[in-house]
């Protein structure tokens, strides 16, 4: 029989190679923590895998956190599941039971420990290597993590481990061996850290603490030598006088590798840690003494697996398992979602009334900005809805009186004429401009600058009477004074008032010479001559040589990186992002991956802050 635990920081990771990744594992059980994952999220390839069964514990408070699963071949399926360790959440038979006592816990800490997902429990039949048939509950946990930050995380922590023991040690005494494996989120000894901080003061740890009372064994000192090494194997290696703990459950890789280092199981890949093995052992099995002594043939580390920022760990056993026929309720495939039922198209649908337009409530209209209209706060909840569209995709004629109210925006709907382009980014004419039926593109009759007497009129063959009409076609001055598809918004906004003044006296002068022109060139689309307008075009301007230096000036890129003082290599930029008084400052390091002070691979201690500003 062979389990396996494995951390794998996100089920959704996997993309849909769920089966291929358990099969590479070859596991009877395989249990995985951190599968941030809720009920809603799961879908049916994750949760039904063929070949397997499975087993979900969710975090009810928090969407992509926590969560464990359990999946066990169709030859090692349990008789018995259930999900959390207080059985506040079993709400169908084929439960394990044994709570053992918690009169320590309120029923709101109860309920609070299992909310987060954090263990599922399955109960096997196995046959003994002695011919027997016994039984064996597997307790699959992702123990909290106790933030620094937050005192209570750490207080939260602890009574997780006391309920954990207390729950393993009632079903150890119902006569069933008992496997508890997971992520404990705690180094049990300086050896299965990569850099203990003060090794004095190292297993003053309350985690550490717990696990000296958990777990049965003698200290890191009292083991004189690897078994591996010596080649002395002790029959009964659990049995020797207890050291630091005289628990009941027995670490099962530090039985068969007692003292052997650089031995991590997790590692931080922000920093690359992995590649020079900077990290700690924080996943364990866990395993009853009798059955360590009787049926553990071995426990090893997969450092070799990747795609997770934990490695797995693994059990071998000599006895075997025994698979029941019928799954147990908690499994994936008594979910309604997942039983194979058939369900009725009507629960996908709902029935819309066509043609009526409702109201919408102010609570839902509240949240967006106050300088939107009825008609655009309808669009923005409801894109899409309660458009009218024509065969070109543009809006007809609405009744509501949003589209009326924004005069000087919108295309007089009763010409049935399309307005230009240009009319978009024109300024709003004067009422000037209005009465002297002339519209100067560019500038409004307003400006001082230019003139509308009795001797500067021009030819203009429309008539601006409202300001929508004079929006649909360009007067032969836009046509005249358009750029070049080439002139850049820059250049037009150069030419400025004294390039019109120019174009003003040039064609006064040339109007008598253009008189002789037919009215069909006055009419034209604006490539010939209208009679006294000279087709005036905008000089080619050289783009601005300071323009680059501009942009470079308000879009800074990254300061160069310097060199780090021991490699002589370019450094990596980095932010800081824990609050602070530091919180978004940048600094360089080495771009090494972070490893022992001893290694000359590893990153250095270069360490440089950005200054002001670069």
């Not at 009744?399 to 919108?410: D, H, P, V």
Request: hydrophobic share 30%.
């Amino acid at each position: 029989m062979r389990i396996v635990t494995w951390n794998i920081n996100g089920i959704r990771t996997f993309k849909g190679k769920v089966k291929q990744i358990l099969d590479s594992l070859a596991a009877d059980i395989i249990c995985v923590q951190e599968t941030k994952v809720t009920r809603d999220l799961l879908d049916e390839r994750t949760a039904i895998v063929e070949g397997y069964s499975s087993y979900f514990s969710f975090c009810r408070g928090r969407s992509g956190y926590s969560g464990v699963a359990t999946f066990c071949r169709d030859s090692a399926t349990p008789f018995a599941a259930e999900e959390g360790l207080t059985g506040l959440l079993t709400s169908q038979g084929g439960a394990v039971g044994s709570y053992g006592n918690r009169e320590d816990f309120s029923d709101e800490e109860l309920q609070s420990l299992d909310n987060e997902g954090r263990a599922v429990i399955t109960q096997h039949k196995i046959r003994s290597s002695g011919g027997g048939e016994e039984t064996l509950a597997v307790i699959n946990v992702y123990c909290p993590r106790a933030d620094p930050e937050k005192p209570e995380r750490k207080l939260f922590k602890l009574r997780f481990y006391q309920l954990l023991q207390i729950r393993a040690e009632a079903i150890l005494e119902t006569g069933s061996h008992v496997i508890v494996l997971g992520d404990v989120n705690t180094s049990h000894r300086s050896i299965d850290h990569c850099d203990p901080d003060d090794p004095e003061r190292f297993d003053e740890n309350p985690g550490r603490k717990w696990l000296n009372e958990f777990l049965f064994g003698s200290s890191e000192g009292e083991e004189k030598a690897d078994e591996e090494e010596t080649g002395v194997v002790q029959e009964t290696k659990s049995q020797r006088p207890a050291g630091a703990g005289g628990g009941k459950f027995v670490d099962t890789f530090r039985y068969f590798h007692p003292s052997r280092t650089h031995a991590f199981t997790c590692w931080l890949t922000l920093t690359g840690a992995r590649q020079t093995n900077y990290g700690t052992r924080i996943d364990y099995i866990f395993a009853n003494r009798k059955l360590v002594d009787s049926e553990f043939l071995d426990s090893k580390i997969l450092p070799e697996v990747e795609g997770s920022d934990h490695c797995p760990v693994q059990g071998e056993l000599r006895c075997i398992c025994l698979g029941d026929p019928k799954c147990p309720p908690l499994c994936t495939k008594h979910m309604p979602e997942f039983a194979g039922r058939q369900q009725k198209l009507s629960r996908f649908l709902v029935k819309v009334e066509h043609g009526e337009r409702k109201e919408l409530p102010k609570d839902v209209t509240s949240f967006l900005p106050g300088s939107q209209e009825s008609g655009e706060i309808r669009e923005n909840i409801r894109p899409g809805k309660d458009l009218n569209l024509g065969k070109r995709g543009q809006l007809a004629n609405s009744s509501t009186s949003s589209s009326k109210s924004k005069k000087g925006k919108t295309v007089n709907s009763k010409t049935g004429q399309r307005g230009s382009l240009l009319a978009f980014f024109k300024p709003k004419p004067s009422e000037e401009a209005k009465n002297k039926d002339l519209v100067i593109f560019g500038k409004t009759t307003g400006d001082d600058t230019c003139q509308t007497g009795p001797q500067q009129r021009f030819f203009t063959p429309f008539k601006s009477q409202t300001t929508s009409e004079s929006f649909q076609e360009p007067t032969l001055l836009e046509r005249s004074f358009k750029p070049q598809s080439n002139s850049t918004a820059e250049t037009q906004k150069d030419l400025g008032t004294t390039t019109f003044q120019t174009a003003v006296q040039e064609s006064q002068s040339s109007a008598d010479s253009s008189q002789e022109d037919g009215p069909e060139q006055a009419m034209g689309d604006g490539s010939k001559e209208a009679p006294g307008v000279k087709d005036i075009r905008p000089p080619q301007l050289p783009e601005s040589e300071g323009s680059a230096g501009f942009w470079k000036s308000v879009l800074r890129g990254p300061p160069p990186p310097p060199n780090c003082k021991a490699h002589g290599e370019p450094c990596v930029l980095r932010t800081v992002k824990k609050a602070g008084p530091n919180f978004g400052k940048r600094f360089f390091v080495c771009a090494r991956p972070q490893g022992h002070a001893s290694n000359p691979e590893a990153r250095c201690n270069f360490f440089m802050w950005v200054g002001k500003g670069k």
